[in-house]
T-cell receptor, first 113, second 115 residues
Framework: DADVTQTPRNRITKTGKRIMLECSQT?????MYWYRQDPGLGLRLIYYSFDVKDINKGEISDGYSVSRQAQAKFSLSLESAIPNQTALYFCATSDRGLIQTQYFGPGTRLLVL | AQSVAQPEDQVNVAEGNPLTVKCTYS??????LFWYVQYPNRGLQFLLKYITGDNLVKGSYGFEAEFNKSQTSFHLKKPSALVSDSALYFC?????????????FGKGTHLIIQP
């Protein structure tokens, strides 16, 4: 969905390096999410934010941190990357309504050597 | 807790034949159910959702899904498959009663349509 953008699209880094993945959206949604996708495991929720001042841990938050700089921006950081964080990372957004259909960005493919 | 199962890692269908991708779910309350499709090197695209009402939900690209409360299933269907339907399909659930955050996804099913 072009309304949700992620940068970078691909990244190779080394063990121990700090890396930040960025997500921006123009959908005007309050809620933003970070997921990681691993083959055979589907998508797992890392962190989510219901507004700028509300950040919550998801299923697999260890080793990650996030920052909600504005309603439209939600960044995911790996403070000290490790090889098992190699994955495809997706940002998603939803409104605050009852249903909260989520809309996804194109993903960031991260390789940690 | 909420969960989703997609029992088939891969489904193979000949072009022009009907297709079904299976999904079963578990929630404590009433479910909101979603199907997403992921094409190679792309993000997830929303296909359709079930909230309430008619058990047969129609979505994008000619897909539909049937909600069955007694079987706790939400199978994705299409009457006539196209080669371009080949992709990775995810079923997802959220408990309408809240208390759970974000969507819970199945592990995905690779749909391969053979010419």
């Amino acid at each position: 969905d072009a309304d949700v953008t992620q940068t970078p699209r691909n990244r190779i880094t080394k063990t121990g390096k700090r890396i930040m993945l960025e997500c921006s959206q123009t959908k005007g949604h309050d809620r933003m999410y970070w997921y990681r996708q691993d083959p055979g495991l589907g998508l797992r929720l890392i962190y989510y934010s219901f507004d700028v001042k509300d950040i919550n841990k998801g299923e697999i938050s260890d080793g990650y941190s996030v920052s909600r700089q504005a309603q439209a921006k939600f960044s995911l950081s790996l403070e000290s990357a490790i090889p098992n964080q190699t994955a495809l990372y997706f940002c998603a957004t939803s409104d605050r309504g009852l249903i909260q259909t989520q809309y996804f960005g194109p993903g960031t493919r991260l390789l940690v050597l | 807790a909420q969960s989703v199962a997609q029992p088939e890692d891969q489904v193979n269908v000949a072009e022009g034949n009907p297709l079904t991708v299976k999904c079963t779910y578990s929630v404590s309350g009433n479910p909101y159910l979603f199907w997403y499709v992921q094409y190679p090197n792309r993000g997830l695209q929303f296909l359709l959702k079930y909230i309430t009402g008619d058990n047969l939900v129609k979505g994008s690209y000619g897909f539909e899904a049937e909600f069955n409360k007694s079987q706790t299933s939400f199978h994705l269907k299409k009457p006539s498959a196209l080669v371009s339907d080949s992709a990775l399909y995810f079923c997802a659930v959220r408990d309408s009663g809240g208390g759970a955050d974000g969507l819970t996804f199945g592990k995905g099913t690779h749909l391969i349509i053979q010419p």
